[in-house]
């Protein structure tokens, strides 16, 4: 789950190497926390969000199989 | 001369409609106050009101068999008289429901359906090349991969755009709720294919067909509300639909004469409206 974030993350910016992502077990969520450089912050959230919210949503299919919940947090 | 005239119809519109062909008048010539609105009841059974309007007629117009000179002056000045005061009465009263009314009918009119604003297909087509083709398989692979196991992804190019098509697997969890997993799993790979390349490329990722279900599907509802609001004359909201769903009832709907189609609201809540279309209106309620 983490290396796909990673995976989508790296894809999507200018600077794949600033790519960090790191997991936060809970309970029954799970956290992932993306940080990206500061520059290609608005490259992953999108237009009104429309890219975080498609990622959270293939979260959401991707965790459903394994029924804990992930919640995507982007940390600036 | 002038003098007053009332006349009644199944609602403001179609009274007015009636003053017009009986005067030889353009609707909004009419100067008229409402005497009620209307109702038409419960279905249409219990309780229906019929439209009153009363007209005022202008100085000078002739009206066959009526008219004494005599008469006018009188009538004219109860007539100015009768009408401020019911135009008083009305206002307080139906005050709320005529402005709303003539607010919705401005905004309708000038803004044209969703449709046309979206991209139109030429400027953004531009054909992928095989290893960009390849490249979008990869990655479009690595995220089915995540979510489902067993999938096989075949290839296909239109003239307009790349189409993915995955089989096998659990498509349930790879269109998810009205298409919400399959559209973000699009999104993505476009907006990824499309960093790699710099340019524009639409792709398009299917699942066993979902896509051609659901505009069948979303084809049938257009038609059958359109009908519906044709026949009732009242607009029909069709809501929670993507953009891509809402273009796919815009443009079925586009040839159609009887309703006109038009999207309101943000996001989320974005819905999709269908008005009946009437012949002609009149949108001055004085």
Known sequence: MKDLIHYIARSLVDDPDAVDVAEVEGNQTTVLELKVAKDDLGKIIGKQGRTAQAMRTILGAVSSKEKKRTVLEIIE | ?286
């Open chain 2, 1 to 286: 001369m002038s003098s007053i005239r009332e006349y009644v119809g199944k609602n403001v519109e179609k009274a007015l409609e009636a003053a017009s062909a009986e005067l030889g008048l353009p609707k909004e010539k009419i100067k008229h106050d409402v005497i009620s609105f209307g109702s038409s009841g419960i279905f249409g059974l219990v309780g229906v009101k019929k439209a009153k309007i009363r007209v005022t007629l202008p100085k000078g117009h002739r009206l066959e068999g009526k008219g004494h000179e005599g008469e006018r002056a009188d009538a004219e000045t109860a007539v100015s008289a009768t009408s401020a005061a019911v135009q008083d009465i009305l206002s307080s009263t139906f005050g709320d429901a005529g402005t709303t009314k003539t607010e919705t009918r401005q905004e309708e009119a000038p803004e044209p359906p969703q449709a046309a604003s979206q991209p139109a297909p030429t400027h953004a087509a531009q054909p992928m090349d095989e290893t960009l083709t390849a490249y979008g398989h990869d990655i479009l692979k690595t995220i089915v991969d995540y979510i489902t196991e067993d999938a096989v992804i075949r290839v296909d190019q239109n003239d307009e755009r790349t189409i993915y098509n995955v089989s096998g697997g659990n498509a349930a969890v790879l269109i998810g709720k009205r298409g919400q997993t399959l559209e973000a799993i699009q999104y993505l790979l476009e907006k990824i294919i499309n960093k790699k390349n710099g340019g524009r490329v639409r792709v398009l990722v299917d699942v066993e067909g979902y896509l051609d279900t659901r505009k069948e599907n979303l084809e049938r509802l257009a038609v059958r509300l359109a009908e519906k609001a044709a026949r009732v004359g009242k607009p029909m909201t069709i809501g929670q639909m993507n953009a891509h769903d809402r273009r796919i009832v815009h443009l079925h709907l586009k040839e159609n004469t009887e309703v006109r189609t038009q999207s309101i609201g943000e996001g989320y809540y974005r819905k999709l409206m269908i008005f009946p279309k009437r012949r002609r209106r009149g949108r001055k309620y004085k």
